[in-house]
């Protein structure tokens, strides 16, 4: 199964302020998702985004607030923006090929200040 | 909105006892996935089952997929405190790879 390495692993930010995470995936895919977890609670699906062309968002979830990129087959990153309290969380970029199940990074923990 | 619903939630059993966790829903599902993940960790993938009444096994674990694909259950024979995560099921519904997440069932294995 694929690789793949998500940075920062860790971060506490003002409030107010954006941070981009990033997905690197050691070999090319056709989709990469990006999710959004509470410690010990479930995963929700944010937006999937393919190369070339803009990302999908999920009911609840907008561009503006969280600007994705996919520039190749290898790479996404995510953008929180004007970060407050109510996002702090893990964020997780996992990748899918086809009918194969998706994989999953180790994750993103954010904190607002 | 197509939802899974896991039960328990939490579980807090001893060494060498067995357990099931069941993941129901009203929608069907195309395939299904059992995830488990560690603090720290993202989800790492245990089993893909497609076929209606499919099971698996993973050595001490046995997946199954309900006759009509709506809902799936794990069982755990002797569990071990490596055992101990978060289990997540999460259905697929064939075109685009998108899952469905299951509500999580967090499992403790004490010695």
């Known amino acids: 199964s694929a690789v793949i390495s998500q940075k920062p692993s860790r971060d506490i930010c003002q409030r107010g302020t954006s941070l981009t995470i990033q997905c690197q995936v050691d070999s090319q895919v056709t989709m990469m998702f990006w999710y959004r977890q509470q410690p010990g609670q479930s995963l929700t699906l944010i937006a999937t985004?393919?190369?070339?062309?803009?990302?999908?968002?999920e009911s609840g979830f907008v561009i503006d607030k969280f600007p994705i990129s996919r520039p190749n087959l290898t790479f996404s990153t995510l953008t929180v923006s004007n970060m407050s309290p109510e996002d702090s969380s893990i964020y997780l970029c996992?990748?899918?090929?086809?009918?194969?199940?998706?994989?999953f990074g180790d994750g993103t923990r954010l904190s607002i200040l | 909105t197509q939802l899974l619903e896991q039960s328990p939630q939490f579980l807090s059993i001893q060494e060498g006892e067995n357990l099931t966790v069941y993941c129901n829903s009203s929608s069907v599902f195309s395939s299904l996935q059992w995830y488990r993940q560690e603090p720290g960790e993202g989800p790492v993938l245990l089993v893909t089952v497609v076929t209606g009444g499919e099971v698996k096994k993973l050595k001490r674990l046995t997946f199954q997929f309900g006759d009509a694909r709506k809902d799936s259950s794990l069982h755990i024979t002797a569990a071990q405190p490596g055992d101990t995560g978060l289990y997540l099921c999460a259905g697929g519904t064939g075109g685009g790879n998108k899952l469905t997440f299951g509500t999580g069932t967090q499992l403790k294995v004490e010695l």
């Open positions: 996992s990748v899918g090929q086809g009918s194969e199940p998706q994989h």
């Open positions: 985004a393919n190369q070339g062309s803009e990302a999908t968002y």
